[in-house]
Nanobody, 122 residues
Framework: VQLVESGGGLVQPGGPLRLSCAVSGFTLDSYAITWFRQAPGKEREAVSCISASGETINYARSTKGRATISRDNAKNTVYLQVSSLKPEDTAVYYC????????????????WGQGTQVTVSS
């Protein structure tokens, strides 16, 4: 099982961001994928999740209205788009996989990507 994030970098405030999470070793219709982020000195926070069926999609209050999670089953890839970026969105973003359902508790996740740094700054 492998998850690989990409798409991070330096982004201007107010700009958009699109992160990708490419998975291998399992299929997206069997696992829920959650995007987490961890800012320096802060606890890891669940940003958004899409369940294995695709019927459940959750967003954190901090990004609701600005974030969109989607997936391409054929490419085994989950995307996170965030618009109107703020400096407080600066963090390392991780994707994690758990069978079937979404959970906001990061201790329940066994499979993690290595993370991608997002820095929002002018």
């Amino acid at each position: 099982v492998q998850l690989v994030e990409s798409g991070g970098g330096l982004v201007q405030p107010g700009g958009p961001l699109r992160l990708s999470c490419a998975v291998s070793g399992f299929t997206l219709d069997s696992y829920a994928i959650t995007w987490f982020r961890q800012a320096p000195g802060k606890e890891r926070e669940a940003v958004s999740c899409i369940s294995a069926s695709g019927e459940t999609i959750n967003y954190a209050r901090s990004t609701k209205g600005r974030a969109t999670i989607s997936r391409d089953n054929a490419k085994n890839t989950v995307y996170l788009q965030v618009s109107s970026l703020k400096p407080e969105d600066t963090a390392v973003y991780y994707c994690a996989a758990e069978p079937v359902r979404c959970y906001s508790d990061d201790t329940l996740y066994v499979y993690w990507g290595q993370g991608t740094q997002v820095t929002v700054s002018s």
